[in-house]
């Protein structure tokens, strides 16, 4: 399978809970208010879950980054689907490519850059982030 084909699943999709199922093809894509050339599908929202947790498919278009941020209280782990690029943890920096996940403790600042390849992620956040 190639990747862009398991972007593809994601962003059109089926996510099944308890009595509910959420169509991600109906999910817009949000350009990041905070970061020009980033874009959010809010896959599965705190509403959803009752605050415990929150799934956003993030692209990053190539030449652009998510910049250095941190979460309060929140936990967030990335799963690289496709794309490459660079995440700087803490002050480590470290490969993104396909494969590749990442944990991100709260307070722990960090960035997500794109430089030469739009960079798609599956970002998952522990209680939610919105």
Do not use: Q
């Not at 652009?64 to 700087?88: D, P, Y």
């Not at 990442?102 to 307070?107: H, R, V």
């Amino acid at each position: 399978m190639a990747h862009s084909d398991i972007v593809e699943l994601f962003e059109s999709g089926i996510i099944i809970s308890p009595g509910k199922m959420i169509n991600s093809e109906r999910k817009p894509w949000v350009e990041h208010p905070d970061f020009k050339g980033v874009f959010l599908k809010d896959l599965v929202m705190s509403a959803d879950t009752s605050g415990a947790f929150s799934c956003h498919l993030v692209k990053i278009n190539r030449g652009s980054s998510v910049g250095e941020h941190s979460h309060k209280k929140e936990w967030e782990f990335n799963e690289v689907l496709a794309g490459s690029g660079t995440i700087v943890l803490g002050d480590k920096e470290h490969p993104c490519k396909a494969g590749i996940s990442i944990i991100n403790p709260p307070g722990v600042p960090h960035v997500v850059s794109a430089p030469k390849e739009d960079l798609y992620l599956l970002a998952k956040f522990v209680p939610a982030l919105k």
